[in-house]
């Protein structure tokens, strides 16, 4: 008889899940890392992990994000592969969007049978996907535990504390999320501190920038005319809902174009405000639409400073070294302003306009990078996740 016959050999199935834009550069690293561990990704081609496992995986997009802009052209930048399975599940309140996306995956799990489900970040597919598997008996990992903004009125917040709930493995980015968990009464071997799989896909994309090509596309030459500028990005309800507080944020920015132009590229939802209100915007704030990952990397990273609310970009920028502004009154991610390089500046204009004053006046934060921020967290997080699923 061959060896190989006699052996048990065990299966272990992935389903790995992303849905909307800042899902796909934390799932890219995880792809690279489970690529980097089978000559064939299929699951009709499984790799040995060890003498007597096998290891195989699919991927699933919810459809949460569906359009160029926000998603094709990041798979193209990230270089993911295209998902086994596309749910569609599109806009839509957010009861429509989540039970459209339940009602979907839970077909897939009953036909692929995934020993395990991997869920990232905090939005709706985050919550969606991690509660129809457990339902269905599927363990869960949950990649960006932990961290918490205690405003209950951000979906985000809703998102992260029913997904950490019902977690078998927390994987977090920094300390804060680690106590958070602890207070939360989860144990302690189901906490994972691995660092940040979205720090993992900067470093990778950043070392691939092809400069000479971007200098010729229309954002280098809008880079080159501009010299010095500052990048904003900005959709989230709280900010772009609120006509009231929406006006008062972009007489701010009016007036730091003053001194400084912007490059903004805008979000669908904030298209959608600034569509339906008569807001001014000055010359010298440049907007766009949403831009590929690439392409905003290549901005950001050399503006004098970002301004943003976006919770991808906080993180981003402190592991760059690039001065930040966070327009919003909390952050789920405090390492940005204990280690990095941001600062939470609220909504009103006075403290957008207070923090811009400081800055000129040479008042900034150095920062470093957090622990484990390093690029090796997918790394990590599949490691941990073989040594507990096939022991
Ligand atoms: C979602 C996430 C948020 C994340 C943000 C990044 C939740 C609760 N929120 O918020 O955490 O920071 O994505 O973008 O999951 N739209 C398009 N094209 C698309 C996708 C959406 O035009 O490909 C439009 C929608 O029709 C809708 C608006 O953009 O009008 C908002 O999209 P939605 O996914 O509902 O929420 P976001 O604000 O993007």
């Known amino acids: 008889m061959d060896g190989n016959q006699e052996r048990v050999v ?3 199935k992935i389903i790995l899940v992303a849905g909307a834009r800042p899902n796909f550069m934390k799932v890219a690293p995880i792809v690279r890392e489970l690529r980097a561990r089978s000559l064939e990704y299929r699951p009709d081609n499984p790799t040995p992990t060890t003498n007597n496992s096998m290891l ?8 949460q994000h569906y359009d160029y802009d926000m998603s094709g052209s990041f798979f193209e930048d990230l270089e993911i592969p295209e998902p086994d399975h596309h749910l569609e599940a599109g806009s839509g309140t957010h009861a429509e969007q989540t039970a459209k996306i339940m009602v979907e995956f839970e077909k897939v799990c009953a036909a692929e049978m995934p020993d395990i489900v991997v869920v990232v970040g905090d939005v709706n597919s985050t919550l969606a ?9 599927i363990r869960v990992a949950h990649v960006e535990a932990g961290l918490r903004s205690n405003d209950l009125a951000m979906p985000e917040e809703v998102n992260r504390l029913v997904t950490d709930s019902i977690s078998d493995y927390l994987f977090v980015t920094e300390n804060s999320g680690q106590e ?10 189901r906490i994972f501190f691995v660092g940040h799989v979205m720090v993992d896909n900067l470093f990778y994309v950043r070392q691939k920038l092809n400069e000479e090509k971007l200098g010729n596309s229309e954002v280098g030459k809008l880079k080159q005319r501009l010299g010095d500028y500052a990048f904003l990005t900005m959709h989230r309800p709280s900010n772009v809902d609120d006509p009231k507080t929406f006006g008062g944020i972009i007489d701010a920015l009016n007036e730091i174009s003053r001194e400084v132009p912007i490059v903004f590229p805008v979000h669908p939802r904030t298209r959608h405000q600034l569509n339906i209100n008569s807001f001014w915007f000055s010359d010298s704030v440049v907007l766009f639409p949403p831009l590929p990952f690439k392409e905003s990397l290549y901005l950001w990273k050399d503006a004098l400073f970002v301004l943003t609310d976006s919770g991808g970009l906080q993180e981003e920028t402190t592991a760059l070294g690039v001065p ?7 952050t789920e991610r405090p390492v940005t302003i204990e280690d990095g390089t941001n600062r939470l500046v609220g909504t009103s204009p006075e403290g957008i306009l207070a923090a811009y004053r400081d800055f000129r006046n040479g ?11 390093d690029g090796h967290a997918a790394e990590r997080i599949i490691e941990i996740i073989i040594a507990e699923l096939l022991p």
Do not use: Q, Y
Not at 129 to 137: D, E, I, L, N, R
Not at 324 to 330: G, P, Q
Not at 363 to 370: E, L, S
């Open 324 to 330: 930040c502004f966070t327009i919003r009154e909390n």
């Open 129 to 137: 996907c991690s509660v129809t598997a457990k339902k269905m008996g």
């Open 363 to 373: 008042i900034t934060k150095k920062g470093r990078v957090p622990a484990l921020w």
């Open 56 to 63: 195989s995986w699919k991927l699933v997009h919810t459809g």
């Open 180 to 189: 958070n968990l602890l207070r939360e009464g989860k144990r302690p071997d």
């Open 10 to 12: 065990e299966m272990m």
